[in-house]
């Protein structure tokens, strides 16, 4: 058992060591050692591979006879890389519109009436104070767009997309006082008898982007358009984010059939991306820390979900929607909602079947999602998301109290009968058999469990990962304070007070713990806590109050209990 419990130190040691090295590898740029992709920047919006003015390929499956827009000149189909769309022989005049709400500051690019900039103005920059986050961007340095356009698998056809240069209808810009909601009109010329239409609305408090297409025939005869709502990004995590934890950044595919599932960009390279292909109902998304995006079609309907890497450092999940058949003379109309905003949970789940989902638990969802109801609750009665956090402690301690009650009082008993143990020790050294018998007698006449300390400490640990993720998921932590130098939670703490008190607890409750007979084991039991300290000075400083109030009312349960069995 001793030997067991010496294996079991051993490999979470090294284990903690082995993540401690590879996480200062990430925080110092150096190559970790599991092949993490370094930071790169990505393709320019609508870049092909290989060049650096052409329009980007469209999405994987779309055919790839679909010709690209009247501006551009043909490539020879021997050498035109599938899907891809043909190089721009003069690139087209393109507009900047943009509109501002009390949410949000929405750039356009008259190039497919495209987003290519969103500012959330209701949330800070983590790098730079005195910027709003940019959610979206198309530059140089970073590409995260959202696109949408007509495809058909008419040969010879070519129709409304995303490269398509199109006009703003004039309007007002800035939602005015007293409005509740301002639209954005593109409309695109005539390509090939059909002309599209996008009206984007925005509406007063709102993350949600109204979009309607407005399908126009024409011609003479009837089309059967298909129109693609799409999300471009590149591969690199958000910038500002901590290299000693890690939170999902990509593509995200719903349906009812397979719920929610996770696109690594990884596999989107490696070509074996696996998500469902096809559904009548369900949702795209790209996710990061704290901010999502999704084209959502609550409407029931055919539709395909399609990912694909169009560039270097250039991803796209695009979701396939069948318009029907559109008469000569006629217009045919589709709404759908973009989402582009934090990942407030109470409102995501009002807006799609599972969009809560994008907000990210890990495994530990099942106990995370009610966890963050009670510290919500908690948050509303209190006010404070700090003061929730510790009463959320408080609460699961309570609720714990008897099963912490049971493991303390067995590992005070161990610590009572540690003198005797290392007497047989002293006096079985050549004879570990016997040892190994007499200390089965000392226990069971002194009644101790030598893993009663252990099983009620792992029956709780599912609940207290959960709330670690819970504090590391929720934007509701970013740029909340709680008292005087912590100004913000989803931060370290500046002046590492936090990490200090907490590694200073975790020292505590090993000296309060019964010390290993093995000297080996006992140096184990003190380092531990000092290289775990070292992770929590670059934690966020919710997480570390987590922490830090667990230990407190851990001692001070384990010390009431010593002292009533008499243990010093």
Known sequence: MTDMRRTLLWV?????????????????????????????????????????????????????????????????????????????????????????????????????????????????????ATRNVLLFEQSPKRLYVAQTGLVTSAAGVALPNHFTAMKAVPGERTLAAGANEIALRFESPVVD???????????????????????????????????????????????????FYFTFTGPAVYTEAKKFQKVEFKSITKGDASHERTANEGWIAMVQHYFASAWLVNAPGP?????????????????????????????????????????????????????????????????????????DKLHSVLGNWGWA??????????????????????????????????ELRERYKDKPQQMQQEMMRIYREEKVNPLGGCLPILVQMPFFIALYWVLLSSVEMRQAPWI?????????????ILPVLMTASSLFQVWLNPAPTDPMQAKLMWMMPLAFGFMFFFFPAGLVLYWLTNNILSIAQQWYINKQLGVA
Request: proline letters at 9%; charged letters at 15%; a neutral charge.
């Open 12 to 128: 979470v040691f090294t284990m903690s060591l082995v993540l401690l090295w590879d996480a200062w590898n990430r925080h110092t740029g150096q190559p970790t050692m599991f092949g993490a992709p370094t930071s790169q920047a990505p393709k320019a919006a609508g870049a092909a591979p290989g060049s650096a003015s052409a329009p980007a390929a469209l999405p994987a499956g779309v055919p790839s006879a679909v010709p690209a827009p009247a501006t551009t000149a043909a490539v020879p189909a021997a050498t035109a890389p599938a899907g891809a769309v043909p190089a721009a022989a003069t690139p087209p005049v393109t507009e900047q519109v943009t509109v501002t709400t009390d949410r949000v500051k929405a750039t356009f690019d008259s190039i497919g009436g495209s987003l290519v900039r969103l500012e959330l103005l209701a949330h800070r920059d983590n790098n730079d």
């Open 193 to 243: 008898g059909v002309q599209l239409a996008k009206i984007y609305t925005f509406k007063r408090g709102e993350y949600t982007v109204g979009v309607r297409h407005e399908v126009v025939n024409r011609g003479t005869v009837p089309i059967s358009p298909q129109l693609y709502l799409q999300l471009a990004r590149d591969g690199n995590p958000p910038e500002g984010e901590s290299s």
């Open 303 to 375: 539709r395909e979900f399609r990912t694909a890497k169009v560039a270097d450092n250039h991803f796209t999940v695009a979701m396939v929607l069948p318009l029907g058949e559109v008469a000569p003379d006629s217009t045919k109309a589709h709404d759908a909602v973009l989402f582009a905003g934090p990942q407030e949970e109470n409102k995501l789940a009002a807006l799609a079947p599972g969009l809560e989902l994008v907000k990210d638990y890990g495994w530990f969802t099942v106990l995370a999602k009610p966890l963050f109801w009670l510290l």
């Open 389 to 422: 956090i510790v009463a959320l402690v408080v609460v699961l301690k309570i609720g714990f109290y008897w099963l912490n009650a049971s493991a303390y009082r067995s590992m005070a008993k161990m610590k009572a009968v540690a003198p005797k143990v290392n």
């Open 484 to 496: 005087g130098w912590i100004t913000d939670l989803a931060q370290p703490d500046p002046w590492f």
